[in-house]
């Protein structure tokens, strides 16, 4: 196995500290608010893509995988150049830009969240759920429940921390304890706001333990924290972010339409407003959100997709029929 990512990015820490071999193209996203940030671009998307054809020419992969973004998009373009399948994992609801332009030729399309299917309309697609470090294991959460998890995201989230410390002592005298991860942003905060019941944090590598012990997450609904939380079975009050176009919105909806999670928009968020919308979760309520949170949970997701590969790597008279 050989993995591709963006030069000077986390994952030429990360990838070898894991024990996998590793190999980068120098490649950036295009910047849809500073347009004038996109003027390399067109000298860069050739250059990574002479690199990423060496590397496919060097490893002569079976099968190439692409999680989504921009930094897939050499090594999977090398990859339809040189007639090699390749199989795309699509974690947002509303399909990226790089999925959407490599979709046509992919052999199949893993989904994490229902409804991307329907913005995919006559490709190959499987509902597989994102891979998950190991860890998240599903329980049962107390009713009425216990401790609230609150999260941002590894940036924080400023609104939601904001709404977080104003409601601070209705929260504290809700539950027996408030855990608050607050992102980088929220450090000097976290530091400002003292509880007897009140844990805040700016950031943790060990979410799932912390939601090993939750009974009630309020989070952004990006698809990482969605999964994790499902994979748990945890009922969800979801903030959904206004970046990014706005993708977060129809995560946030899909996980509402499964019965999983109540929508809280980030404009009317305070902390009045989320005191309100946890005091309007009787039990019978938490009890039927953290049930559909548990089915729509996927913690083989890796497998799943595993399945996919094996099957798309092999000879094509001996692959089975697949249906969606």
């Given at each position: 196995m050989l993995l591709v990512g963006r030069r000077g990015g986390p994952e030429e820490r990360l990838v070898p500290a894991a024990g996998f071999e590793l190999a980068t193209v120098n490649i950036r996203g295009l910047d849809r608010d500073a347009v004038w940030k996109n003027l390399a671009l067109p000298a860069l998307v050739?250059?990574?893509?002479?690199?990423?054809?060496?590397i496919v020419d060097r490893f002569r992969p079976d099968v190439v995988l692409g999680m989504g973004g921009y930094v897939m998009a050499p090594a999977i373009a090398a990859a339809r150049m040189r007639r090699i399948p390749y199989v795309l994992h699509e974690k947002d609801v509303r399909p990226?830009?790089?999925?959407?332009?490599f979709a046509?030729?992919?052999?199949m399309i893993c989904t994490t969240l229902p409804g991307t299917e329907k913005r995919l309309r006559g490709r190959r697609t499987e509902l597989t759920g994102v891979p998950l470090r190991a860890g998240f294991t599903r329980r049962t959460p107390e009713v009425p429940p216990r401790t609230l998890?609150?999260?941002?995201?590894?940036?924080?989230?400023?609104?939601?921390?904001?709404?977080?410390?104003s409601a601070l002592d209705d929260l504290?005298?809700?539950?027996?304890e408030v855990v608050h991860v607050a992102g980088r942003q929220g450090a000097a905060g976290v530091a400002e706001?003292?509880?007897?019941?009140?844990?805040?944090?700016?950031?943790?590598d060990d979410m799932p333990d912390l939601m090993a012990r939750a009974d009630l997450i309020v989070s952004r609904a990006g698809v990482g924290t969605i999964a994790e939380a499902a994979a748990v079975g945890l009922p969800m009050i979801l903030v959904p972010g206004t970046f990014g176009g706005g993708?977060?919105?129809?995560?946030?909806?899909?996980?509402?339409?499964?019965?999983?999670?109540?929508?809280?928009?980030?404009?009317?968020?305070?902390?009045?407003?989320?005191?309100?919308?946890?005091?309007?979760?009787d039990d019978d309520r938490l009890r039927a959100m953290a049930k559909a949170s548990a089915s729509a949970g996927r913690r083989d997701a890796?497998?799943?997709?595993?399945?996919?590969?094996?099957?798309?790597?092999?000879?094509?008279?001996?692959?089975?029929?697949?249906?969606?």
């Open positions: 050739p250059a990574s893509l002479l690199a990423a054809l060496r990226g830009l790089a999925t959407r332009i046509g030729g992919a052999a998890l609150i999260t941002g995201g590894s940036q924080g989230a400023r609104n939601l921390n904001q709404a977080v410390w504290c005298g809700r539950f027996h706001h003292a509880h007897a019941r009140y844990r805040g944090m700016a950031f943790t993708h977060q919105e129809e995560n946030a909806a899909a996980m509402v339409e499964a019965g999983a999670a109540v929508r809280v928009g980030d404009a009317e968020l305070s902390g009045a407003s989320l005191v309100a919308t946890i005091a309007e979760l890796a497998d799943r997709v595993l399945a996919v590969l094996h099957e798309v790597a092999r000879p094509p008279g001996a692959r089975r029929a697949h249906t969606n």
